[in-house]
């Protein structure tokens, strides 16, 4: 009977267990059957992406060759700066002339408020009010209010208060996004006059936007910033190296791990955990690493584009250390530390010895369709991370923002103009900085070639003699041994006659010119005098770099407003009321509820030109002018100072002049404290109208 009972439970169990394995098994093939189309779809984008960057390598290409060209490298096969062969770099100083121009200190960010129709009975007349008021004082004196004229009242409050709600919304968002900017390492102004040198250099240049909510970091080619979730990954990937054997304890990177243990100690102790989580940073990507879709027909706006990808060029051992993956190092593409990928397997086994030392690439893919973000890596099989939606959502898509200056129309299609890289101010300047430097190196070889010399026939003078005429003193008397008695001298030796030279065949003053044209500059930029010119020519000069620079400063007010209201749009979608009381004040104000209706209505822009060299002289013109007029009108004359004031000198605090006398108090009279704001006050509530109170006549 026990061995009866043993099968039964055995039998009963069987189909129960068959079940489960049978469950498990399909599991397992489902998790087989995503990955191969994981995998076929990553070795889709590969091909895509790889595809797409040799149509756009002859334009990579170029934007190197005018890196070297713009250092000083303007020969052929020219390897360095000690190069013999004559070199007046002129299109280095125009790009220093043009960025000093272009960007001279930090923009300054504005808040806007949309215009929209705020009221639905008031007609915007001030005359409406003031009959409406006029209407409701009767009213109270005859007992019978006139309900249209206290409808239009309420009407006219409501929208007023809802207008100062918005505008102390946009202050806010303005002060974060302001603090944003200057809390930027390196420094916010540093790396925007090197993104804008970027654009005369090589045509373009991208600023790509991240959120960061917490204390992790993101992969910058441009910050350097190290956050504390960094430190404790790199801890935690050594740490996993030395449990699987990969290193041992008398590895170098056990000693990076001690001292990175102590650096995460130090920052607990000294409060950098406290510090401010939530944060917009900014990655000024290199000109060459942004791979565009083929079909997109502009750059700004990637207009036609369908994806992009970034291109990164990073360690092997950096890549698992950030992204927290086990990339084997024998299964993915090499590169060298220019860039260039290994191909040959031996190149590739040479420079895989050992992942920290391995330069691999990958790819952060921005997919419009999808509407999602990825991470893929040349050579590997998977995704580094997989799909997700993108962070932060901003009404514009992409999170890399392009500026040019050189704006040209391509079509894609075509392979004489297909390329929608537009040409940079190096490439405008190259082919008269060459014939510069050939102009100027002919002219010195026939200066040295004509260097004094004699001609004598052979054997008339001994070689003393001919050393004696060479190393000659001052004022020596050289005697000719091969001269006899009574020899004609000057029949001996004669002076060899050169070919003169010729101003006109080395005249460098149409290059000049035409450099000048190429780059919007005028001569007095490159510092020469010029005669004859009196301060009526010069101030028209001015004038017209100016309108030539033009253009160029509204295509950076356009670029920087484009990153200030994707700004504004993630500090209202995102960010918290105590950190933007943190980085705003105490007065700050953020809503908590029905974000999207301040979306809509505050606009962040930077103000025109505020990034360029003012022109004070232009702007005390102005308000001298003005001022005569304001006083007449009645305005505030401490409003009128300040603005004077500010004329002269942006930076002075006219408060320290005009400081608030506090009330005079008994001696034991308190003060009543105001109570502080609540976060929602003045918020409307979902489903709930805008209540407006009535307005106090006096």
Request: charged content about 25%; some cysteine; overall charge negative.
């Amino acid at each position: 009977m026990p061995d009866d009972k043993q099968q039964q439970v055995v039998q009963a169990d069987a189909p129960q267990d068959r079940s489960v394995l049978d469950t498990s098994i399909n599991k397992q093939d489902g998790d087989d059957a995503t990955k191969q189309r994981e995998k076929k779809l990553v070795d889709q984008w590969t091909k895509k992406i790889i595809k797409a960057r040799e149509k756009w390598e002859p334009d990579f290409k170029t934007m190197r060759e005018d890196m070297k060209f713009a250092r000083g490298l303007q020969w052929p096969d020219q390897k360095n700066l000690m190069d013999d062969r004559y070199v007046a770099n002129l299109t280095l100083r125009n790009l220093s002339n043009g960025v000093a121009q272009l960007y001279a200190r930090n923009p300054e960010v504005e808040a806007v408020r949309r215009d929209r129709l705020d009221f639905e009975l008031w007609d915007g007349k001030e005359a409406s009010i003031a009959a409406a008021a006029a209407a409701i004082n009767l009213g109270t004196q005859t007992g019978q209010i006139n309900p249209l004229a206290m409808a239009l009242l309420k009407d006219y409050s409501e929208g007023q208060l809802w207008r100062d709600l918005v505008d102390r919304v946009g202050k806010t968002v303005r002060f974060v996004a302001q603090y944003m900017w200057d809390s930027l390492q390196p420094t916010f102004k540093i790396q925007m006059k090197q993104l804008v040198r970027r654009v005369k250099t090589c045509g373009v240049a991208y600023v790509q936007v991240n959120y960061v909510d917490g204390l992790e970091g993101t992969l910058s080619t441009s910050e350097t910033e190290s956050t504390i979730v960094d430190r404790v990954k790199r801890i935690k990937h050594i740490a996993e190296k030395l449990s699987e054997q990969e290193i041992d304890e008398n590895s170098s990177e056990v000693l990076t791990l001690a001292s990175s243990a102590m650096s995460v100690l130090s920052s607990i102790s000294t409060g950098d955990t406290q510090n401010i989580n939530q944060r917009i940073t900014f990655d000024f990507l290199p000109s060459t690493s942004v791979i565009v879709d083929p079909r997109c027909r502009h750059l700004k706006g990637f207009v036609g584009a369908r994806w992009l990808a970034i291109e990164r060029i990073e360690s092997l051992d950096l890549v698992n250390l950030f992204y927290e993956t086990k990339i084997p190092k024998n299964e993915v593409k090499a590169y060298d530390e220019n860039g260039v990928r290994q191909d040959n397997a031996s190149d590739t086994a040479a420079s895989t010895d050992d992942a920290a030392k391995t330069r691999v690439c990958i790819w952060d893919i921005y997919d419009l369709d999808t509407k999602s973000c990825f991470v893929i890596c040349d050579g590997w099989k998977e995704f580094v991370q997989e799909p997700q939606p993108v962070v932060p959502e901003t009404n514009h898509f992409w999170p890399v923002v392009a500026v040019t200056f050189n704006d040209v129309e391509t079509e894609p299609s075509s392979k004489e103009c297909g390329s929608i890289f537009p040409p940079s101010d190096v490439t405008l300047m190259r082919s008269p900085q060459k014939e510069w430097n050939r102009t100027r190196e002919a002219l010195r070889s026939h200066r040295i070639a004509n260097t004094p010399a004699y001609f004598t026939g052979k054997g008339w003078l001994t070689d003393n003699d001919i050393a004696a005429i060479n190393d000659h003193e001052d004022s020596a008397v050289v005697q000719f041994e091969g001269a006899q008695m009574g020899t004609d001298i000057n029949k001996l030796l004669a002076p060899f006659q050169h070919s003169p030279l010729q101003p006109q065949l080395y005249d460098t003053a149409p290059l000049a010119q035409d450099i000048q044209l190429a780059a919007g500059t005028q001569e007095t930029d490159l510092g020469r005098p010029v005669p004859k010119v009196t301060a009526t020519g010069a101030t028209i000069a001015e004038q017209s770099k100016n309108t030539v620079a033009a253009s160029n400063t509204d295509d950076l007010d356009d670029f920087l407003s484009e990153i200030a209201q994707m700004e504004g749009e993630i500090i209202l979608r995102y960010f918290k009321l105590d950190t933007v009381k943190r980085i705003a004040g105490r007065g700050a104000v953020l809503p908590q509820q029905n974000r999207e209706d301040f979306l809509n209505e505050i606009m962040l822009s930077v103000k025109a030109a505020s990034s360029g060299r003012p022109n004070q002289a232009l702007e005390i013109s102005k308000v001298t002018q003005l001022t005569p007029l304001w006083l007449k009108c009645g305005a505030n004359p401490i409003g009128v100072c300040e603005i004077v004031t500010k004329a002269y000198d942006d930076r002075f605090d006219i408060s320290k002049l005009y400081p608030l006398q506090m009330p005079m108090m008994a001696p034991n009279e308190e003060i009543n404290q105001p109570s502080q704001p609540q976060s929602n006050a003045g918020i409307p509530q979902q489903g709930q109208q805008r209540q407006a109170q009535p307005v106090q006549q006096q």
